[in-house]
């Protein structure tokens, strides 16, 4: 795979290893970088990298830097256990908002912008304020909301109502 695309990456100004699981823990993660940065040959680029945070260690953060990465977002969908963990299987909160303040911390000084993406759903859309807090009080460069897709009936008891997601918008505006 590889070397079939090894040829287009000089074109590569932008890159983005977002979705479809995590980019950290896939076998070709680093060498695509390597080969990335290799083909470039010095010419800007930016590399967007969006983790769920688990893999992300200080040694890996500067690992992924020295590889390239300019731009980091965390998938993050509730400031506790009881929202996000549960959404988000195998992710331990706690551990990631530690993780991503220290991983703000780091980046920064080498020129990395980092950010968090959030999920609204039923369940965490009171927590939208703490978040502002927690992304005002980390220096967090931008902090996304999403809409939660509904294609499946299954999960419709998680969508957040809209009226409910205008007032949590405007309180979480005034902090």
Known sequence: VLSAIAPHLEHAAY???VHAGEPMLAPLFEP???ELRRRRDGHPTIVHLLTNGMALT???LRRVI?????SLSFSL????????????????????????????EIAH?????????????QANVD??????????????DWLKLEE????????????????????????????
């Open 15 to 17: 890159v983005g290893l």
């Open 148 to 175: 939660l897709f509904v294609r499946d009936e299954t999960i419709l008891h998680l969508a957040v109502d809209r009226y409910a997601l205008d007032v949590a918008v405007a309180n979480s505006r005034k902090i």
């Open 109 to 121: 000084k080498s020129g990395v912008r980092v950010g968090l993406s959030w999920v609204v759903t």
């Open 58 to 60: 200080d040694a890996k």
């Open 66 to 70: 020295e590889l390239g990465v300019r």
């Open 127 to 140: 927590e939208l304020a703490a978040l502002v807090r927690f992304a005002s009080s980390s220096k967090l």
């Open 32 to 34: 695509f970088l390597e």
């Open 77 to 104: 969908d509730g400031m506790s256990a009881s929202t996000n963990d549960v959404l988000r299987i195998g992710s331990k909160s706690e551990l990631l908002l530690d993780r991503i303040a220290r991983t703000v």
